[in-house]
């Protein structure tokens, strides 16, 4: 995918919280007088069409939707001589991910139950990422089967974890950004970034009430030299497990204890790592 593209997406998950806070009274239920507004799946269908109509219409605008014959083109998976070696995978995994959760909270205020807030989350977070797709497939970049698997898988494990609140509060899906500078754009350095699964031991009952609940087990994966003049067979692809702290536990206030819930921090573990060339 064009390295716009997923800059846009790694903001999307900012954009769609903020819909919903910037959306006028009546939206969010009632107006100023606590008169009654939009039912709640007049909220949904308008929210959906928002996210929808918004980025086909910034694509049609900036990227050129609809001046070619739909088509795909594969983008290969974690294989060395890919364009990013897989890690770019990974965040639409991650973006599919955090629009599902943002998502399906954003439901919950709105007074579905975590079930039909799960599921109406993971569908807001496939129209969002598919309607990209979608008008990639009329531009000159096509329309990438891996991206939208990856972006479906991210919604899937959005959805899990949400409808299964046991599972997720096991479970976490993280990024972490350890730049040396901070990059033009964050979203696309994967220079610097890393995605990982979060076993939380805080998730057991059995150890709530013990100081394992501050430890995380990890595995996640992360590439290097891809970019730049550094030489092709200078190329990596990590895969790596780890201990590290769950800050999540240590600073427990909700708001703060969300944060930490999908980034990590870096430094926060120790690790033992494969490296692939």
């Known amino acids: 995918m064009k390295p716009v593209v997923q800059k846009f997406l790694g903001h999307a998950v900012i954009v769609l919280a903020g819909v919903h806070l910037l959306m006028p009274p009546l939206l969010r239920g009632e ?14 269908g308008l929210f959906n069409a928002v996210a929808v109509g918004g980025v086909l219409t910034y694509g049609t605008l900036m990227w050129n939707y609809w001046e070619k014959t739909p088509h795909s083109q594969s983008e290969g998976w974690f294989g060395r001589e890919t364009k990013h ?8 995994m991650y973006t599919g991910y955090v629009a599902s959760r943002i998502c399906s909270n954003i439901y919950q205020g709105w007074g579905y139950d975590k079930a039909d807030a799960a599921g109406l989350g993971a569908m807001t977070s496939l129209l969002f990422t598919g ?3 979608t008008g990639d497939s009329f531009s000159g970049f096509g329309f990438s089967p891996e991206d939208m698997i990856s972006n479906t898988a991210g919604a899937g494990l959005g959805y899990l974890l949400e409808r299964y609140p046991d599972l997720g509060e096991f479970i976490d899906y993280r990024l972490e950004y350890a730049p040396s500078r901070i990059a033009k754009d964050p979203t696309t350095d994967y220079e610097h970034l890393r995605y990982m699964f979060a076993f939380r031991l805080a998730g057991f009952d059995a150890l709530k009430d013990s100081p394992f609940r501050y430890v995380d087990l990890l595995a996640g994966y992360y590439t290097r030299n891809y970019h730049g003049d550094v030489p092709r067979d200078r190329r990596e ?9 769950d800050l999540a536990e240590l600073f427990p206030a909700k708001k703060i204890a969300t944060i930490f819930r999908y980034l990590e921090v870096p430094y926060t573990y120790l690790e033992g790592n494969r490296q692939f060339r």
Not at 33 to 44: D, F, T, Y
Not at 237 to 245: E, N
């Open 131 to 133: 309607a990209m797709e």
């Open 237 to 245: 692809r990590d895969v790596f497990i780890g201990v590290g702290l």
């Open 85 to 92: 070696g897989g890690a770019d995978k990974t965040g639409h």
């Open 31 to 44: 107006d100023d007088a606590g008169n009654q507004g939009l039912s709640r799946r007049e909220k949904v």
